[in-house]
């Protein structure tokens, strides 16, 4: 990218308040997206939080939707979501999500971003700092696809690793393939932070409603 400089210098001085509104809009599209893969009264109550977000989620929606949106889409109620378990829907989620980790690793370097300089996350062992926060909107479909597609029994067949892999040739509801969306995405918050007197740039959507 041309502008890799440039935009390593503006990213680098983002102001607080820039990097807070960025932060609300990627949890909205998260939640959002969450609630397209639950229904009914579920559905509502992450569309109302999802509405409620503030700038840099100070009242932490997040992890107020998370607890609700798991309860909803769990396949039983026993089963937690926990990246360290080994059961075959925690395997499959870390499965999928590390295919769109890796190709958002991809976007943000072709974007000209910083990866390991997030605008939330910020453990100083993460390299993916900045990934980590680009590709929360995206999760849900993989969990759509780890929930409703591959046969638990046997999560390490070729067609299970397949459908989780093949996420990202699927196309969002604007019909765009989610590979090119998370390029996208991308090049949208790189223009961002060169003038945050733009637009917040907001996420694809990545998911019609159930």
């Avoid at 990218?1 to 609300?24: E, F, I, M, Y």
């Avoid at 409620?52 to 798991?70: H, I, K, L, Q």
């Avoid at 991809?106 to 000209?112: Q, R």
């Avoid at 995405?185 to 959507?205: I, K, M, N, R, T």
């Amino acid at each position: 990218h041309d502008k890799v400089a440039t935009r390593h210098r503006r990213q680098s001085g983002l102001s607080p308040p820039a990097a807070k509104r960025l932060w609300r809009t990627v949890v909205k599209a998260k939640i959002r997206a969450q609630a397209a893969n639950a229904i009914g009264e579920g559905r509502q109550k992450l569309i109302e939080i999802a509405a409620a977000v503030r700038s840099g989620d100070t009242t932490n929606a997040e992890g107020t939707a998370a607890r609700a949106y798991w309860a909803l889409v769990r396949p039983h109620r026993s089963w937690r979501r926990d990246k360290d378990r080994r059961d075959p829907w925690n395997l499959a989620l870390n499965y999928g999500y590390g295919v769109v980790r890796s190709h958002t690793f991809a976007a943000v370097h072709a974007a000209g971003l910083w990866p390991s300089l997030g605008i939330h996350h910020r453990h100083r062992s993460n390299a993916g700092c900045l990934v980590d926060d680009l590709i929360e909107p995206f999760r849900p479909l993989v969990d759509r696809v780890a929930f409703d597609e591959i046969e638990p029994d046997d999560f390490l067949s070729a067609e299970n690793k397949r459908l989780l892999a093949g996420v990202l040739e699927r196309e969002t509801p604007n019909g765009e393939q989610v590979r090119a969306a998370i390029n996208s995405w991308a090049q949208d918050v790189g223009v961002y932070f060169e003038d945050p007197g733009l637009p917040v740039p907001s996420p694809p959507l990545v998911l019609e409603p159930k």
